[in-house]
């Protein structure tokens, strides 16, 4: 069972930037797709974006309608990290962001445990 472990995450003001790190205990070469969720206080943990396996691809990646053109996914394998790019925050992005394995037949369900995700904290 692979493990990941998020960071990066922090406080910003509207309108900034953060990196969000997902580091893997292991080899993710071989996984077709990794997923980063985030989860506001009292609500559910909803589905945020999406990479493949291979990350050059034009339809790697794919975002949910409200961070589209904002955030972007990345992945080195080599590394064994997936990347989330965050721009032009808004106060709504404030969250915990997780990453995990998303299950091919629903993406809001994950494959693995939960790790304890990274804080962010957009001020308006």
């Known amino acids: 069972q692979v493990h990941f472990v998020e960071s990066g995450g922090g406080l910003v003001q509207a309108g900034g930037s953060l990196r969000l790190s997902c580091t893997a205990s292991e080899n993710i070469d071989s996984v077709n797709a990794i997923a980063w969720y985030r989860q506001v206080t009292g609500k559910q943990r909803e589905f945020v974006a999406r990479i493949a396996r291979d990350g050059g691809r034009t339809d790697s990646a794919l975002y949910i309608d409200s961070v589209r053109r904002r955030f972007t996914i990345s992945r080195d394998n080599a590394k064994k990290v997936v990347f989330l790019q965050m721009s032009r925050l808004k106060p709504d992005d404030t969250a915990v962001y997780y990453c995990?394995?998303?299950?091919?037949?629903?993406?809001?369900?994950?494959?693995?445990?939960w790790g304890q995700g990274t804080q962010v904290t957009v001020s308006s």
């Open positions: 995990n394995i998303p299950s091919p037949t629903n993406w809001n369900q994950p494959l693995t445990s």
